[in-house]
């Protein structure tokens, strides 16, 4: 089963066009990332998140394997750990190589190519340029077209709009969607998902205000 697709998805409507790079400080994409992916993995049957908040691998959906580089990563890392850790732990080891990995991902669907050039004083900088408009669009689309729309959530939608108004960044959805609007959608949404993606939910709003403020010193 390839896995992936809401991480996948977090990093487009985070993606800048304008700038070639994502929005969101490394940190603060970095933990959404990781968010989106283990709620993908959660939603996949592969791992819960315990009553302590601790990530925990479930054993008897080991017999059908996950595709993907970043639903791999994040599968094995939490399977092979000898004990287990909570949101933070993950997005603080695995941050940085997941980001890499979803970024890998989209320029190998060629939904995102890098590009590099020199400025006038000759230093080398790099983008990531858009080769698959629809594809790059569609997660911001589909999103925006639900929170206009509430009756058509999907659960994939439901739970990205709940990662984002953790992470604190409704602002991403605009101008079309209202902060305010996003937000109490947002809340709503929350009362009816599953309660590992709720404990997922109440961590990564911990994990990112920590991040956030260690930003800001």
């Excluded at 791992?47 to 479930?58: F, K, N």
């Excluded at 604190?168 to 969607?177: A, D």
């Excluded at 305010?180 to 939910?201: F, Y």
């Excluded at 911990?206 to 403020?213: G, Q, R």
């Amino acid at each position: 089963m390839e896995q992936g697709a809401l991480a996948d998805g977090m990093f487009l409507i985070a993606y800048d066009e304008a700038t070639g790079r994502p929005g969101l400080s490394p940190d603060l994409l970095a933990c959404g990332l990781v968010g989106a992916q283990l709620a993908d993995l959660v939603t996949g049957g592969w791992l819960t998140i315990d009553t302590g908040g601790r990530v925990v691998a479930v054993r008897s959906a080991s017999t059908e394997r996950v595709t993907g580089e970043a639903a791999t990563l994040v599968l094995d890392s939490v399977a092979h750990e000898a004990r287990t850790h909570p949101v933070r732990a993950w997005v603080d080891a695995l941050g940085g190589p997941l980001t890499e990995a979803v970024h890998n991902d989209l320029v190998r669907r060629a939904v995102l190519v890098q590009t590099t050039s020199r400025s006038v004083l000759g230093r080398r900088r790099s983008r990531l340029d858009v080769v698959d408009t629809t594809a790059a669009h569609a997660p911001a689309l589909a999103l925006r077209a639900m929170v206009r729309s509430p009756g058509t959530f999907t659960l994939h939608g439901a739970v990205t709009l709940v990662l984002l108004a953790a992470l604190g960044v409704e602002q991403l959805l605009e101008p079309e969607v209202d902060r305010a609007t996003a937000r109490a959608l947002a809340q709503d949404a929350a009362a009816h998902l599953p309660e590992p993606i709720d404990r997922l939910r109440r961590d990564l709003a911990e994990t990112a205000l920590a991040t956030s403020a260690a930003i800001r010193r």
